[in-house]
């Protein structure tokens, strides 16, 4: 079992119980979640934007606008907090106090690269799309040379990164077992519904599809 | 319709469509969402911990021990910004470029006030318990005097709040909607499962409810 190093700020104070340096692990949690928290000192004030992310190896990926601050401010180097929080159940105890939620999240600390070659670049988008939607990957135009200019492509080793999990019933105080309140976990999943078709799509489509 | 006062910060300096400062969607949005993310500088470094929150009126409160370092940097009077995020969907575009998500967003910058009357913090986490579990709130046992003290609970003012949001089909380039891909949105929910029973629930009831 391969783990990260354990730093002063991925050092677990509290709930050493639910701390994770696991790498399979980590990976496993940012490659199911389609989006992450990052944050940073912009102006010397917090801001904490979700955004898109994909992984390869041991490294993370956001891409967005080129003109969008919080880039502009990690491309200068200022360091990111990364987070990653995947929520699987509520957890209902019989007391207020032990209610809990079970989820899966990673934190990351790292300073952005920024990928400057336009074939890496475009390769890296690729990736993003393998994840999105692996089946239609083989249809879908590829960005071309003024797209690739518009977008800014951050990469974040992954280094000082720990996971946090939560999982199972509640722990009540011993003597609240006996109350007659129902506890357990009532799960929590993100579930892809039926696809909605592109109006547009429709017209040039839908017609010949019910002939 | 009233709105949030537009400040420096939460002006979108790119992709004004998608802006509000509704407060009746920024209160939809903060009440759907079960967890936000809180950023804050700690330590002059970044720090993005995902956390429950709950709303009364026009203020988010969050909660947690008091001994979490985050929390006691937001105590301590630095400034936080709280990024809620539901995603809606995944944008399948016929270009690589114009794929996006569906999701509405809120970001709210504020200072913690700390609650520190028992009567009044008791009250607020009766209001989580509320949000998380109304059908249960009158059975579970209410928060003691050693849980109230062990609990920090955090208001924050909803003043220079705003709120992003995407819906419907992707906006394709216009010589790409001959490409001969599908295209459309794939439509993202957080689904509630089948409720799980607490082994010990069962243990206490399962079998005479069998009978």
Redesign the interface.
Known sequence: MSTYPVSE?TKM??GHKRASYDVELVHSIIDEA??C?????MM???????T?HWREGNKLYIHG?S???LFQTLIKG??????I?I?D??V??????H?S?N?R?V?I?SKAKLIENRDEKKRL??LM?LK??PE?FD??????AK?LKA?TVLEFDLVEVSAKVRTG??VDDEE??A???????????????????????LD??GKNDEE
Not at 37 to 41: L, T, W
Not at 179 to 201: H, I, S
Request: positive net charge.
């Open positions: 700020r104070k509290r389609y989006i928290h990052v944050g940073a000192k010397d004030r917090p801001m904490v934007q979700p898109a606008s003109k969008n601050g200022e360091e990111a907090c990364i987070t929080t929520l159940g509520l209902m105890a019989r007391s207020s106090f209610h939620a989820y999240s934190m600390f988008l690729n799309m999105i939607t239609r249809e879908i135009r590829e960005p071309n797209e977008t019933p509640p609240d077992y109350l007659p309140v129902w506890a357990g976990v009532t799960p929590l999943t993100l579930e892809k519904g039926k696809a909605l078709d592109d109006p547009r799509w040039d489509h």
